[in-house]
T-cell receptor, first 111, second 113 residues
Framework: KQEVTQIPAALSVPEGENLVLNCSFT??????LQWFRQDPGKGLTSLLL???SQREQTSGRLNASLDKSSGRSTLYIAASQPGDSATYLC??????????WGAGTKLIIKP | DTEVTQTPKHLVMGMTNKKSLKCEQH?????MYWYKQKAKKPPELMFV???????INESVPSRFSPECPNSSLLNLHLHALQPEDSALYLC????????????FGPGTRLTVT
């Protein structure tokens, strides 16, 4: 059964730093992996979807990488800003197409 | 347009009330989802509609009743809810029920008193 883990649960960094969020999954036979952002009390915003055949996907200051063999994905945020403060979740679909979620990393960017 | 809209934003209801949540998308997506999210937890899947037919019901109590009137609309009818049903209810859509990117709405914050 697929399990998705995100470590750390919370991260606080000064503004301007580059940072990496981690997502691990136990079954490497994934089709894709999706990264989301969620502001407190709000819905989820899809940030990046990376297909299993891809190694990287980029959108602006965000770069997601995928290493299926090691069961890991990272979300790299360059030149962090206070507006990046949010909870970041990763999810992979199971064989029934249902998303299996990590518990999220709460990111705080200090001005 | 990658927008999923949900109304209302907030809802407070008593345990004997009947209310409905509404979700709409105009992206031509044929799969729509209801999720429930408790504080500091990831979303939990409740229902999936594919081509306006219910394809997945994750053993949700019958006090939650989904409806898909057409390919753009998804409703969640609520009746005789319990205080523990208080949560953020999220709607999502995707091109189909395959391995497609899911787009989420802003959610409805439901409080049951």
């Amino acid at each position: 059964k697929q399990e998705v883990t995100q470590i750390p649960a919370a991260l606080s960094v000064p503004e301007g730093e580059n940072l990496v969020l981690n997502c691990s999954f136990t079954d490497s036979a994934i089709y894709n992996l999706q990264w989301f952002r969620q502001d407190p009390g709000k819905g989820l915003t899809s940030l990046l979807l990376i297909q299993s055949s891809q190694r990287e996907q980029t959108s602006g200051r965000l770069n997601a990488s995928l290493d299926k063999s090691s069961g890991r994905s990272t979300l790299y945020i360059a030149a962090s800003q206070p507006g990046d403060s949010a909870t970041y979740l990763c999810a992979v679909p199971d064989s029934n197409y249902q998303l299996i979620w990590g518990a999220g990393t709460k990111l705080i960017i200090k001005p | 347009d990658t927008e999923v809209t949900q109304t209302p934003k907030h809802l407070v209801m008593g345990m004997t009330n009947k209310k409905s949540l509404k979700c709409e998308q105009h992206m031509g997506h044929r799969a729509m989802y209801w999720y429930k999210q408790k504080a500091k937890k990831p979303p939990e899947l409740m229902f999936v509609y594919s081509y306006e037919k219910l394809s997945i019901n994750e053993s949700v109590p019958s006090r939650f009743s989904p409806e898909c009137p057409n390919s753009s609309l998804l409703n969640l009818h609520l009746h005789a809810l319990q205080p523990e049903d208080s949560a953020l209810y999220l709607c999502a859509s995707s091109l189909g029920t395959g391995f497609y990117e899911q787009y989420f709405g802003p959610g409805t914050r439901l409080t049951v008193t």
